[in-house]
């Protein structure tokens, strides 16, 4: 079984531009969460999406959005690039109800320039 | 207050030999569920180990053990007859609320502690 990927693997944009980064969940898993990583804050949760609907979100400005699409891929998009956004960003999915395990990816590592 | 705590920012071990990694939590949810990933330089997540609040018995998965201490409220990491490829960060975890079942996605990770096992 396929794990979870996610694209595109690296990106480099500049202050003030917005970006979409998307997750493709293990087939049969339809939660899907979002952690972005950086040196100076650790893993910080982001979101997370379960039927195409946003049950939980982590501390960040309205900036970073989600959504789900109803065959569980997810997308992410954070608009106006600061310096600060530079990080790895994570995705993992899990199956809905049954286990507690979260299956993560290998990453979408952005620069902000 | 921070949810989970690793003290060891780095440790070192000898090929073969068992290392332990501490991480302690804090939580009041009598529910919740404590896991520990891995992740090489290549930055992708690996799980390797699950607890539950409610299992009775310490969790294994092959050189993987964890030792529970509900009391203390710690999950160590133990990794028997440590490999080279064990060189990694490595994080606990914990998820909050209803156990397995439970619908709540997020999890609270630790800072980390980069284990070098060296020949």
């Known amino acids: 079984k396929a794990g979870v990927t996610q694209t595109p693997r690296y990106l480099i944009k500049t202050r003030g531009q917005q970006v979409t980064l998307s997750c493709s969940p293990i087939s049969g898993h339809r939660s899907v969460s979002w952690y972005q990583q950086t040196p100076g804050q650790g893993l910080q949760f982001l979101f997370e999406y379960f039927s195409e609907t946003q049950r939980n979100k982590g501390n960040f400005p309205g900036r970073f959005s989600g959504r789900q699409f109803s065959n569980s891929r997810s997308e992410m998009n954070v608009s106006t690039l600061e310096l600060g956004d530079s990080a790895l960003y994570l995705c993992?999915?899990?199956?809905?109800?049954?286990?507690?395990?979260?299956?993560f990816g290998p990453g979408t590592r952005l620069t902000v320039l | 207050a921070q949810k989970i705590t690793q003290t060891q920012p780095g440790m070192f071990v000898q090929e073969k030999e068992a290392v332990t990694l501490d991480c302690t939590y804090d939580?009041?949810?009598?529910?919740?569920?404590l896991f520990w990933y891995k992740q090489p330089s290549s930055g992708e997540m690996i799980f390797l180990i699950y607890q539950g609040s409610y299992d009775q018995q310490n969790a294994t998965e092959g050189r993987y053990s964890l030792n529970f201490q509900k009391a203390r409220k710690s999950a160590n990491l133990v990794i028997s007859a440590s490999q080279l490829g064990d060189s990694a960060m490595y994080f606990c975890a914990m998820r909050e609320g209803g156990g397995r079942g439970s619908t709540l996605g997020r999890l609270y990770f630790g800072r980390g502690t980069q284990l070098t096992v060296w020949p």
């Open positions: 993992a999915s899990s199956l809905s109800a049954k286990t507690d395990t979260q299956y």
């Open positions: 939580t009041s949810d009598p529910s919740y569920g």
